[in-house]
């Protein structure tokens, strides 16, 4: 990129991906990052607690849909790196209108701040595979053209928030970047999801609930080559492309949660196979050719490797996960599974 960038807006930097992500660019790159949180259940600040004391980080607690205060940060920004969403399906079947104000509505204000932002030369908007739909064995996987079929509330506030960004770019040449991952894994993940979900019960020998009978199969990849991947983007990525970003690690969730069991010298038998969620996509898998072409991007971490350093990470740990499990979600795991 030829376009020097000295000050990046990260949005939902208190998140899994997002807190990653500020880690590494402090780590590897001399940037100012300002955080733009709302802090809602799944973003923990005390994610970047070590980074607080790192004059080139500032933490600003706010909603993306507050358009006065994403005006004020964006203008004297030289990027936008858009993390911040409502991420879990299960609970977008529940309640969909949270997706609709974070995923499109936010985004929207955030483009539209982008526009009148002096020195912006690029807005990257983190996105899903999801937004693809799903996959029947054998299909090939999925690559930037393909059609957009989202099959849940929250892939579908996803796919239009992409499409919003598609249109700011088409209408107002914004250099909006868009890209799409699978599955992650890593340090800080919200215990709602696959794997530190069935590490914890594991942990305590209780029943791991999968759904359905655990066939469906997703395309997983260490947190931190997707961070990779994204800050390539940022910094290589062309305005107005698409770029996919996958693991080359086709697993079930089946395969998955019994790796788990196995590092943790736990019992098969505390599988429970639980009523299959609504609308349940069977297959996501990823062609990363462009990104590994375009960006000279590729994962380095495979699976094995990953996911012994996860689950060192949550053991090593616990007061961590073991304190957000006191609040919020654990009053939202009861009523989904039961006891925890």
Not at 84 to 113: C, K, M, W, Y
Not at 166 to 185: D, E, H, M, Q, W
Not at 194 to 208: K, V
Not at 272 to 288: L, N
């Amino acid at each position: 990129m030829k376009e020097r960038i000295e000050t990046i807006v990260v949005t939902g930097g208190c998140g899994f991906i997002g807190s990653n992500f500020i880690h590494m660019c402090l780590r590897e790159r001399d940037y100012e990052i300002i955080n733009l949180d709302a802090l809602t259940y799944a973003g923990n600040p005390e994610n970047l607690k070590e980074c607080e004391s790192d004059s080139r980080y500032t933490f600003v607690k706010g909603r993306i849909e507050n358009a006065d205060l994403v005006n004020s940060l964006l203008k004297d920004a030289d990027a936008v790196v858009h993390f911040a969403a409502e991420s879990h399906v299960d609970r977008s079947i529940e309640e969909q209108q949270p997706f609709v104000v974070t995923n499109v509505l936010g985004t929207q204000v955030l483009l539209s701040s982008a526009l009148h932002s002096p020195r912006l030369k690029r807005f990257v908007h983190v996105s899903t595979d999801e937004v693809y739909g799903s996959l029947r064995p054998g299909e090939p996987a999925f690559k930037e053209g393909d059609h957009l079929r989202p099959n849940s509330p929250y892939s579908a506030s996803k796919a239009s928030s992409d499409l919003l960004c598609r249109a700011f770019f088409k209408t107002y040449g914004l250099p909006v970047v868009i890209t799409r991952c699978s599955n992650n894994y890593g340090p800080y993940q919200f215990p709602e999801k696959l794997i530190p979900l069935m590490f914890i019960n594991a942990l305590s020998e209780r029943p791991l609930p999968v759904y359905g009978d655990g066939t469906n199969v997703r395309d997983w990849i260490y947190v931190e080559d997707h961070c990779t991947g994204v800050l390539a983007a940022l910094e290589k990525g062309a305005p107005g492309e698409i770029y996919n970003f996958g693991g080359e690690c086709e697993l079930s969730n089946l395969e998955v949660v019994k790796t788990i069991l196995e590092l943790l010298d736990k019992p098969e038998d505390l599988i429970t196979f639980v009523k299959d969620r609504p609308g349940h996509d069977f297959r996501y898998a990823m062609d990363i050719t462009k990104a590994k072409n375009e960006l000279q991007w590729q994962p380095e971490w495979d699976f094995k490797k990953g996911i012994a350093a996860t689950i060192e990470w949550y053991q090593a740990n616990r007061e961590w996960w073991e304190r957000i499990l006191s609040g919020d979600y654990r009053n939202y795991y009861q009523r989904r599974y039961g006891t925890l």
